[in-house]
């Protein structure tokens, strides 16, 4: 039986005083491999137009649109970026780790917490730049002053939450998959990894529209 | 009470208490997402037009409510696999 770790993280190589981890090198391939998937769909859809993979193409980049555009109430192009681009990056990753020898980096408490503090990053940077310094600190005491700290708990706690639900399920995932697999046998966890791919896509869909819905919360305050 | 006779004490009572944490906090979860769950096919049956709006916003709210259950998880696994009371006993 192979050493199975929670928490801890192989390092496969040093880049000089850089550690390159397990979850790093499964990362950047699989983020490689939306590059070029991507590439191929944009040469169908330029070469090709009205073929499978152009349609497919034409869906990929529609839904995340339609996705923001429902959430904020109205078209934001850069924040369906983002948000898709965690979509995608997050599916492809629970895909990732069905294939066998393969750990999907989101099980990795650093690469789901990095990526919560992307959001927590750019919620600020999207409030100032949408609506401007004073008007975006103003907000936090707009309700009454002695609910600043709350509000900041509220920014902290939410960021923990968002890499901790996601960290949480992908781990359960694979554990009970690992489990399944020393007590029984080969073909015995099918059906729970096909839960495990489940959960993973939804989880990749929650954590985008969490973030879609908490940078749109900074966006929408300028229209009331 | 010497060292060993305390790191086998403590990784007992972190076994029993991981079982307890997920335990109460599986029950938990499960409570509120039937409460959701039943509020959203009440919803649906009322207003079936409104359907996907009511999916997206059940699955959203289903997670967030999820996440407690999963953060008692991770406490648990915590408690039984990275627990710095019982690094002498090599549990896992």
């Known amino acids: 039986m192979t050493e199975i770790s929670v928490f801890g993280d192989p390092v496969v190589l040093w880049l000089g005083q850089l550690p390159v981890t397990r ?20 040469h169908a859809i330029l070469r090709r137009p009205g073929s499978l993979l152009a349609i497919i193409a034409e869906l990929a980049v529609e839904w995340p649109e339609q996705l923001v555009a429902d959430i904020v109430g109205h078209p934001v192009p850069s924040l369906a970026v983002f948000s898709g681009t965690f979509f995608y990056f997050l599916a492809a990753c629970s895909v990732a780790g ?3 020898g393969v750990r999907t980096p989101t099980s990795n408490l650093a690469v789901t917490s990095a990526l919560a503090v992307l959001v927590f990053v750019t919620v600020p940077v999207v409030g100032i730049r949408s609506q401007g310094l004073g008007r975006y600190l103003r907000h936090y005491i707009s309700v009454s002053p002695f609910m600043l700290p709350l509000e900041l708990m509220s920014e902290l706690s939410r960021t923990f939450a968002l890499s901790v639900r996601l960290f949480g399920n992908m781990l359960s995932g694979y554990l009970i998959v690992a489990l399944i697999v020393a007590l029984v046998g080969v073909f015995v966890p099918t059906p729970l990894m096909a839960l495990d791919l489940l959960i993973g896509f939804l989880q990749a869909y929650i954590f985008a529209v969490l973030s879609t819905v908490y940078i ?9 | 009470m010497n060292e060993q006779t305390l790191h086998l004490v403590m990784g007992a009572v972190s076994i029993i208490v991981a079982g307890l944490t ?8 499960a409570f509120g997402e039937s409460r959701i769950g039943s509020a959203a096919m009440d919803a649906m049956a009322r207003q079936p037009d409104e359907g996907a709006a009511i999916t997206r916003n059940l699955f959203v709210t289903l997670a967030m409510v999820e996440s407690t259950a ?5 406490i648990a696994l915590i ?4 627990n710095p009371y019982t690094a002498g006993l090599h549990l896992q």
């Open chain 1, 98 to 100: 069905q294939l066998p």
């Open chain 2, 22 to 29: 997920t335990a109460i906090g599986a029950f938990g979860a």
């Open chain 2, 70 to 74: 999963i953060f008692c998880l991770v």
């Open chain 1, 216 to 224: 749109g919360a900074a966006l929408r305050a300028r229209e009331e």
């Open chain 1, 23 to 42: 979850a790093t090198l499964t990362a950047l391939a699989v983020s490689g491999t939306l590059v070029l998937v991507a590439g191929i769909l944009r």
């Open chain 2, 79 to 82: 408690l039984l696999f990275a």
